[in-house]
């Protein structure tokens, strides 16, 4: 029997039993929540053989969801004083939190919550936290950037400069030789100023980050690292019962008319240079069965994608496809490894809540490649290059021992390349009416 899942609820439960078990995360103004991986969850409890899974939730050296590393870090470290941490960028680690969920019987889940930081002094970018706090420099005037020097080193502002001398240039430490001597002990006639003033009039903000609080300077001046890093788990169970909506006899009977007006649209929607072989082996069974249902809670995306390697297609008709598409000057070619296709289709909710109506993204790319079986483009005509320059010689009455140079001279005159593509990045973006494939 076909069914759809009502996967917003699945979401909605699984987000909540993060939100309960992940202890580490509780107060933190950030939410982890399971955003991604629609299509495969719903493989994962659809398809009876399947008893385990995993997926990533967050990944901390991720640009957007550092401030979650931060948080975990200066959590640990909260009592340390000053200290220095960095989670790990190198490829064989893991980072971040990961969801691994097990099957327990056809309506219920067991979900695992990874918490994994790798912490690494070489292969990261460390930054300098305080008990449990994260030190964020670039937001503190020049003047909290000496307080918190001061707190480091744990001295006073009198004895600040003789802290900071064996750590600073030789360049830096003669801005200061009217002030103090050789060890930064300070003269008598600046005894009674403020420390603070002195070093702004004399190095700027700019010379006092990079002399002083560089995470280098700080290893060198002592700050420890923290370097051990840690996994935990948080577990919890789903109940899924009343997430399945199975489609009746109609809508069965309605997914094959479904398919067809989705291939019918993007053969339409597509450049020549995509092969509509390539369409037809799109699997949108489950596109299908997800319109098919018409019922809101299933509305969800729904990705379906095909890559196509070694065409044995007419390799000059898609050449030219290509080539037209991307209105292309006289150029070479390789096409030794033929032709790579690739279509991806994604399903969205119309934002008015239409169950009939859809809204559709639709990427595509299509490549020949190659180190040899050169192609030659020119004006507008498609050629072998071999064949391109045995016309030259016979017309310039050449010597085939002059073909290699005659080559080399046409790779020099015009433009060449190792991969002749036509994609879209962005995406085309479509609307399908199906409402007419539906009984009342």
Known sequence: MKMQLDINLIYSRINQGIKDTVESLQGFPR???????????????????????????????????????????ARRGKGRGFYLAGVSYHHSTETGFFLRFNKISATEIECIVEEKVALSAKDSLMRLYENDTRVYMGDLSYRELIDLFIRIFQCTPNTLLRS??????????????????????????????????????????????????????????????????????????????DAFVHLNESQVKSIPAIEARIREVLNEKVPR?????????LNLDVMAENIAVRDPRCETGVFTSIEVEGSDDDLENIALAILEGRKCEDIIFGTSDGIEQ???????????????????????????????????????????????????????????????????????????????????????????????????
């Not at 495969?40 to 979650?68: C, V, W």
């Not at 240079?273 to 082996?281: A, Y």
């Not at 079986?373 to 016309?391: A, T, V």
Request: aromatic share 14%; charged share 35%.
């Open 31 to 73: 939410e982890l929540a399971l955003t991604d991986g629609r299509e495969a969850l719903a493989k994962f409890i659809k398809n009876n053989s399947a008893t385990k899974g995993r997926i990533e939730l967050l990944d901390f050296n991720d640009n957007d969801y550092y401030q979650f590393s931060d948080h975990l870090i």
């Open 164 to 241: 900071m001398f064996p750590y600073i240039s030789n360049e830096a430490r003669l801005k200061f030789d009217d002030v103090c001597d050789e060890s930064g002990e300070i003269n008598d006639e600046y005894a009674d100023q403020d420390i603070r003033e002195l070093i702004e009039s004399r190095i700027t903000e700019e010379e006092f980050r990079d002399e002083m609080l560089g995470c280098r300077k700080l290893v060198e001046i002592g700050v420890p690292i923290m370097n051990r890093g840690w996994s935990k788990s948080y577990k919890f169970t789903v109940d899924i019962s």
């Open 273 to 281: 240079s995509v092969e509509r072989r390539v369409i037809d082996q």
């Open 342 to 440: 690739f279509i991806s289709l994604e399903k969205y909710l119309r934002s008015d809540g239409s169950k009939d109506s859809y809204r559709f993204e639709l990427r595509f790319k299509s490549r020949v490649s190659g180190l040899s079986n050169y192609m030659f483009y020119k004006d507008g005509y498609l050629m072998y290059l071999d064949d391109f320059i045995e016309d030259v010689m016979k017309e310039n009455g050449l010597s085939e021992d002059q073909y290699e140079s005659v080559r080399e001279e046409i790779f020099e005159t015009y433009q060449n390349t190792l991969s002749l593509s036509h994609w879209d990045v962005i995406g085309v973006r479509l609307s399908i009416d199906f409402s007419d494939l539906f009984e009342d």
